[in-house]
């Protein structure tokens, strides 16, 4: 056998990989068919966060890469010819990025004087989308990252009827959807919720422990696809694996990063003498209510100087103010024993800056030395909030503790593995974990001040959920189960009946 022949024979057994279509296509093909990443991984046998890899830029490899490249080519013709089908029944077909451009709602684009950075890919963009500047065609972003959670569809709100003819087609029924065995209004939200608990009950004969068991181990996946479902149709793009800057990045294996959340742990140094009666309140769903923060959508950027920008959020070394009422009120920033600059996040710093302003006139503006910073919104996981809410609350109406449980799981898991974690692949966004820490953080010192502010005593503030105070409470808070309420965690005494004489609660000044 000659060399040639060799060559030839690695030639004839060489065997080129199948091509992928982009990330960002493999998704829309599989959502296009209705079909969820956990019934897609059962078919390949793999699991569904290898699909959420897959949708996010990762490439499988060997016979897996050629069954998932079949199913991707399947999809494809068959979406292909049901949008023939609907050209040929009168509906309209999906618009190109050029016709979507177009369709964007008026109100809120508008024509930037000069380029300013898209929020997304950081690439000049010539307009503006509620205040943000953006590309309004997608081709011309220049979004490195294809692990995007959704694509944007403001074409699908502002889309109008031809003509009166399709109107009366419209209205001679309601358009349904395959949802399992049973179809539903297109237009009714699944309850994922509800069918996940409903399912594991199933699973388990009835038996409470063993379902609730079995949902906590699916809460992560689980949380994830709900927040795939809430951000269908959503006004921005979401990039999922950004690059992250040094400061958000663990310095040792088992180490932290660099930034500081302002996580409260503070006791008041003095009571006033006599005994008093101190009521341990158990603050509901402190992660749940941290969903609505500003949330950076985009990639960070670097900036300096003395100035904060509304519009953005992120991560900013700052020098903090002095704070001069531990003796009544916990500092914003947390217990910290180093002086100088810190790192902290976009809920400290505008904490800071509020409690500044002339409203409080508490303390002096923190120094904003620079930031990490991305153009930013306050709703972005608000449809996420509120169908875990809701489900909360139907669950505490009902009495139904696996659901709750699971509820709970899911937003404070959904949290906790955001940044450096095997347990979620699909996000991550350290930034964000680090920022919705920091609002529940903010959001328990701003309960501690309106605790004080009626006439209170504000006596410990721990964690994002627990706030000791002696006084009437109740005519402060209202007591429940709901996340705007609060409960009695516990209820003891402190100090001795020898004197009684009370002082009213100190001013900060």
């Known amino acids: 056998m000659t060399d040639f022949d060799a060559i ?52 499988p490899s060997g016979d897996v890469r ?47 004087p000069a380029p300013q950075p898209c929020v997304l890919c950081g690439q000049p963009a010539r307009h503006q989308v509620a205040g943000f500047p953006q590309h309004l065609d997608p081709a011309e972003c220049g979004t490195a990252e294809p692990a995007q959670l959704d694509k944007p569809a403001p074409q699908e709100e502002s889309r109008q009827p031809a003509s009166a003819d399709r109107q009366a087609w419209a209205a001679r029924g309601v358009k349904v959807v395959p949802v399992g065995r049973r179809v ?37 996946p689980d949380a994830m696809a709900l927040l795939d479902h809430t951000r269908r149709g959503g006004r921005y793009d979401i990039v999922a694996h950004p690059w992250l800057p040094d400061i958000l990045r663990k310095q040792t294996a088992r180490g932290a990063d660099q930034v500081w959340e302002a996580r409260p742990k503070w006791t008041r140094p003095e009571l006033p003498a006599g005994r008093h009666e101190v009521t341990a309140l158990d603050i509901n769903g402190a992660y749940l209510s941290a969903l609505k923060t500003h949330l950076p959508l985009g990639q960070l950027e670097h900036s300096t100087g003395d100035h904060h920008d509304r519009r953005r959020a992120g991560v900013h070394l700052i020098t903090p103010p002095v704070w001069d009422h531990d003796a009544v009120l916990p500092n914003p920033i947390g217990n910290r024993d180093e002086p100088g600059p810190l790192w902290v996040t976009e809920p400290t710093l505008r ?8 409203k409080y006139g508490l303390c002096d503006p923190p120094q904003i030395h620079e930031s990490w910073t991305s153009g930013a919104t306050e709703g972005l996981l608000e449809k996420f909030r509120i169908a875990l809410k809701d489900a909360r609350d139907r669950a505490i109406a009902a009495d139904d503790d696996v659901t709750l449980e699971y509820v709970k799981q ?35 010192w701003t309960k501690a001040f309106k605790a004080y502010d009626e006439g209170l ?53």
């Open 410 to 444: 899911m937003y404070s898991k959904f949290v906790s593995t955001l940044g450096e974690s095997n347990y979620n692949r699909e996000l991550y966004r350290t930034d964000w974990m680090h920022l919705i820490r920091s609002q529940a953080f903010a959001n328990l």
């Open 66 to 112: 050629e069954k998932y490249a079949y199913f991707l080519e399947g999809a494809r013709t068959k979406l292909a010819a049901a949008a023939a089908e609907e050209a040929l029944a009168g509906e309209p077909v999906d618009e190109g990025p050029a016709e979507a451009a177009q369709n964007v709602e008026q109100d809120d684009v508008e024509a930037l």
């Open 351 to 358: 904490l800071l800056l509020r409690l500044s302003g002339p």
């Open 8 to 59: 030839d024979a690695l030639l004839a057994g060489a065997k080129q990989e199948v091509a992928l279509p982009p990330a960002e296509e493999r998704r829309a093909l599989r959502e296009g068919l209705n079909l969820s990443r956990a019934q897609l991984a059962k078919a390949l046998n793999v699991s569904p966060s290898t699909v959420g890899g897959w949708e996010s830029g990762r490439d």
């Open 457 to 509: 005593m504000v006596v410990r503030a721990m964690g994002t959920d627990e706030l000791h105070v002696i006084g009437d409470w109740r005519a402060v808070f209202p007591e429940g189960r709901g996340v705007t309420e609060v409960k009695v965690k516990d209820v003891y005494a402190v100090g001795t009946d020898q004197d009684q004489a009370m002082q009213a609660p100190e001013s900060p000044s």
């Open 184 to 220: 539903q209004a297109a237009s009714d939200p699944p309850d994922l919720i509800g069918s996940a608990v409903a399912a594991a009950l199933a699973e388990h004969a009835g038996d409470v422990d063993a379902a609730t068991a079995a949902l906590v181990k699916r809460a992560i």
